[in-house]
């Protein structure tokens, strides 16, 4: 079963707006971090947060993780036009044994 | 530095034949990761290798698809006699060793992808 899982599925908000995608997940985990994926292209790494962290910012990324209630939130804030994507959150277990584990996103549209 | 490189962009075979895909990964890396993505839903892990080692293949379908990375050259995912249903993209990421590159968190930097349609 998928280990982490998005919501909302598609979200649509005017230019300038604030965009929050919620990601929930069912194991223990290292980090967990957020990708972006523009139509038919390959993912691009946004932001990570460790297990041991409560909050991450970057640019305008905003990125928390509650361990108790294995959830993850990013917020995008002011968002642009350009930031319209899939938005991907992943999981790592064990950073030994290798993989991350994806849920299946969510779809930001931002209107000019 | 190329990135992660990705080839063919995109493949159409019939059913019945062969696909292979080739994914040669950043400089400096040697974890590579294939993971399988239909239209409107997420990655789905297929394998993870290092240089001659398959490390985890929890997620490759038992009968068809191989997977490999030697010693040198390309990592080369295999479908054989490809059905309908092997249509998809699939993508190529690649890491740094555990504990270097910075993170030692597992970032993945991925490939463009290729997309297979089989007819």
């Known amino acids: 079963s998928q280990q982490g899982e998005e919501d909302p599925q598609a979200l649509s908000i005017q230019e300038g707006e604030n965009a929050t995608m919620n990601c929930s997940y069912k194991?223990?985990?290292?980090?967990l971090q957020w990708y972006r994926q523009n139509s038919g292209r390959g993912l691009v790494h946004l932001i990570l947060i460790r297990s041991n962290e409560r909050e991450k910012h970057s640019g305008r990324l905003r990125v928390t993780l509650d361990t108790s209630k294995k959830s993850s939130s990013l917020l995008i804030t002011a968002s642009r036009a350009a930031d319209t994507a899939s938005y991907f959150c992943a999981t790592v277990v064990n950073t030994n044994a290798g993989k991350s584990t994806f849920g299946d996103g969510t779809t930001l549209t931002v209107k000019p | 530095n190329a990135g992660v490189m990705q080839n063919p962009r995109h493949l159409v075979r019939r059913r019945g034949q062969e696909a292979r895909l080739r994914c040669s990964p950043m400089?400096?890396?040697?974890?590579v990761y294939w993971y399988r993505q239909l239209p409107e839903e997420g990655l789905k892990f297929m394998v993870y290798l290092q240089k001659e080692n398959i490390i985890d293949e929890s997620g490759m379908p038992k009968e068809r698809f191989s997977a490999e990375f030697p010693k040198e050259g390309p990592s080369i995912l295999r479908i054989q006699q490809v059905v309908r249903g092997d249509s998809a993209a699939y993508f190529c990421?690649?890491?740094?060793?555990?504990?270097?590159?910075?993170?030692?968190?597992?970032?993945?930097?991925f490939g463009a992808g290729s997309r297979l349609t089989v007819l």
């Open positions: 194991t223990s985990i290292n980090n």
């Open positions: 990421a690649s890491s740094p060793p555990s504990g270097t590159g910075g993170s030692g968190a597992n970032v993945l930097t």
């Open positions: 400089k400096g890396h040697s974890h």
